[in-house]
């Protein structure tokens, strides 16, 4: 993996963990595992379905964990109910990251500030909008998009240098609309909340997250030390997947409905293409399709990524000016039927599947 957070690797049997098969509804008196918070040892308040797997996976069969976002719910738009703003004022700790979910940052605010745990305050978020319009960057996004590659993923130097050559023409016109759309706001604020798709930054919340568990219930934190340990381990597995999946690819253009991936293209050296910014509520203009549409023309692309909880429209309208297929990148932000798997990992490997289908990977 690149350099920066090291997953440190350990057996995956080191510790008892929970199967996790959907995104939790915060049931009535008990989490989706069965475990009820008066019979825990601390109770677990989480808002969007990432905290809600790296919280069961690391505290076992002794922590509640209360997911307040209903399975197939677009987390952005959460409104809370009375039961579950006393949930969140009653937890043990609140696991959120700040500017996801206005509705969860003001009931964590208001009802369990000396409870909260934000991601933003563990790891370094991107700035919203960064990455967000990145093949309109050309030459130099190209070598500073790669760099990163040369650190730690090797193949950034070795399987994608073309896009230095390639990515230069079709692109004042797509960087006026998408800077653009950029400008136009978004509900997440000032950073990118999408760090669950880079597997490091999902290493490093979930050793915080250990040793904020520890501190609450110090009888726990044996267990949960083993539970951080199999979480790294497995996020390493899915790491080198990644890294090996993508060494030697014909394309590196991600082209995406919004623009969620910035973790994840930017880790593997891909180049992100977004039809609208990070706001998947933002509708993108006929001219900035138009715009995507030449750019799909132009480099050949032949996949447009949809999302499960986005009307297709948008990208089957591309497809039909382009013959370009359309096919799922999951943002992992809830689990869906039509999500390329039933837990992180599996989507995680859904997801690696796609792209290197997508982008001609051998």
Excluded at 45 to 60: F, H, K, N
Excluded at 62 to 69: G, I, N, P, S
Excluded at 132 to 158: C, S
Excluded at 165 to 189: F, L, P, V
């Amino acid at each position: 993996m690149r350099t920066g957070t090291t997953v440190r690797a350990a057996a995956l049997g080191a510790a008892t963990l929970l199967t996790i098969t959907a995104c939790g509804s915060g049931g009535e008196g008990a989490d989706d595992s069965g475990v009820s918070p008066a019979d825990a040892d601390l109770t677990v308040v989480t808002g969007v379905y990432p905290l809600e797997w790296l919280a069961e996976r690391i505290g076992g069969d002794r922590v509640a964990v209360v997911q307040l976002t209903e399975p197939g719910t677009e987390p952005h738009d959460l409104e809370l109910t009375g039961r579950q703003v006393a949930e969140v004022s009653e937890s043990d700790i609140a696991f959120y990251v700040e500017g996801l979910q206005p509705a969860v940052d003001e009931a964590i605010t208001q009802e369990a500030a000396e409870s909260a745990f934000n991601v933003a305050d563990v790891v370094e978020l991107h700035p919203a909008g960064e990455g967000g319009h990145d093949h309109a960057e050309g030459d130099g996004h190209a070598e500073e998009g790669h760099e990163h590659g040369e650190e730690g993923h090797g193949h950034g130097e070795e399987g994608h240098d073309h896009a230095e050559d390639e990515h230069g023409h079709g692109e004042d016109e797509a960087h006026a609309e998408e800077e653009a759309a950029a400008e136009e706001g978004h509900d997440h604020g000032e950073y990118d909340p999408h760090f669950w798709l880079d597997v490091d930054l999902m290493a490093q919340t979930a050793q915080a997250l250990g040793d904020r568990m520890a501190e609450v219930n110090p009888e726990g934190a044996d267990g949960y030390a083993q539970g951080v340990e199999a979480v790294t381990a497995e996020l390493e597995a899915i790491g080198q997947e990644y890294e090996e999946g993508l060494s030697s690819c014909e394309h590196d253009e991600v082209v995406v409905g919004h623009t969620a991936f910035t973790y994840l293209t930017e880790a593997y050296g891909l180049e992100q293409i977004g039809v609208s910014g990070v706001d998947p509520e933002t509708e993108p203009s006929p001219s900035q399709i138009a715009a995507i549409t030449d750019v799909v023309n132009e480099r050949g692309i032949e996949t447009i990524f949809t999302e499960p909880l986005m009307p297709a429209a948008t990208a089957e309208t591309i497809a039909a000016e382009t013959g370009a297929q359309v096919e799922v990148l999951d943002p992992l932000e809830g689990v869906t039927e039509d999500s390329p798997g039933d837990d992180y990992p599996s989507i995680m490997r859904g997801n690696l599947e796609a792209l290197t289908t997508a982008l001609s990977c051998s």
